[in-house]
């Protein structure tokens, strides 16, 4: 099983940005993609974006997509989400996940195994 670790939430204004990391404990060949995913206060968990382990951008959801950013560092096995222009929808939080079969989808939690704890992310005036 694969420990992931969330960090970089925090409470700021509408308009301003943060950028989220997920250490994964060991980025190996059994990772197909690392996914975000949020859960806001009284929601379901929502897809947020998900990239491949080859770096290949696998989804982004269509709430996020021209404001988020999702990037890899394969030399720290880091998973960034880079969020600008942050709003109160953007509030919750922001889970990583491994998907660790070839047949992934990124927009689907279920087809994520190993998961984070989560980095509440809080954007009020």
């Known amino acids: 099983q694969f420990q992931l670790v969330e960090s970089g939430g925090g409470v700021v204004q509408p308009g301003e940005s943060l950028r989220l990391s997920c250490v994964v404990s060991e980025y190996t060949s059994d990772i197909y993609a690392i996914g975000w995913f949020r859960q806001a206060p009284g929601r379901g968990r929502e897809a947020v974006a998900c990239?491949?382990?080859?770096?290949?951008?696998?989804f982004y959801a269509n709430s996020v997509e021209g404001r988020f950013t999702i990037s890899r560092d394969g030399d720290n096995n880091t998973v960034h989400l880079q969020m600008n222009n942050l709003d109160a929808d953007d509030t919750g939080i922001y889970y990583c996940?491994?998907?660790?079969?070839?047949?992934?989808?990124?927009?689907?939690?279920?087809?994520?195994?190993?998961w984070g704890l989560g980095t509440l992310v809080t954007v009020s005036s």
């Open positions: 996940a491994a998907a660790l079969t070839p047949w992934y989808v990124g927009s689907q939690a279920s087809t994520f195994r190993d």
């Open positions: 990239i491949a382990s080859n770096g290949a951008i696998a």
